[in-house]
Nanobody, 124 residues
Framework: QVQLVESGGALVQAGGSLNISCAVSGRAGSGYAMGWFRQAPGTEREFVGS????????WYADSVKGRFTISKDNAKNTCYLQMISLKPEDTAVYYCAARRERFTSNRESDYDYWGQGTQVTVSS
């Protein structure tokens, strides 16, 4: 059983920064690709970014490119999402997801395991 637990969500002011983490436990391979998605109230969950199993390649949605950075520490089985220059429209529940593949995807259906989410609120 693979479990993902996000942490670090908080209330921040616009222009601020925040780092959130996703700890992976259970029978998860360190080479799993990881993705971050978010869901704002009244909207569908959307792709934020992803990282390959090796951690060498990342992929971002246009809306966060240049502001968000994804990294992973395979030794610690943890994936990170660093966010800077936050905007009120970044307010959402952020979910991490793991895929039993090395390669990334921006599709929810390609991910096998999901966390419960962590709330990020950006005030104007």
């Amino acid at each position: 059983q693979v479990q993902l637990v996000e942490s670090g969500g908080a209330l921040v002011q616009a222009g601020g920064s925040l780092n959130i983490s996703c700890a992976v436990s259970g029978r998860a391979g360190s080479g799993y690709a990881m993705g971050w998605f978010r869901q704002a109230p009244g909207t569908e969950r959307e792709f934020v970014g992803s990282i390959t199993g090796s951690g060498l390649t990342t992929w971002y949605a246009d809306s966060v490119k240049g502001r968000f950075t994804i990294s992973k520490d395979n030794a610690k089985n943890t994936c990170y999402l660093q966010m800077i220059s936050l905007k009120p429209e970044d307010t959402a529940v952020y979910y991490c997801a793991a895929r039993r593949e090395r390669f990334t995807s921006n599709r929810e259906s390609d991910y096998d395991y999901w966390g419960q989410g962590t709330q990020v609120t950006v005030s104007s």
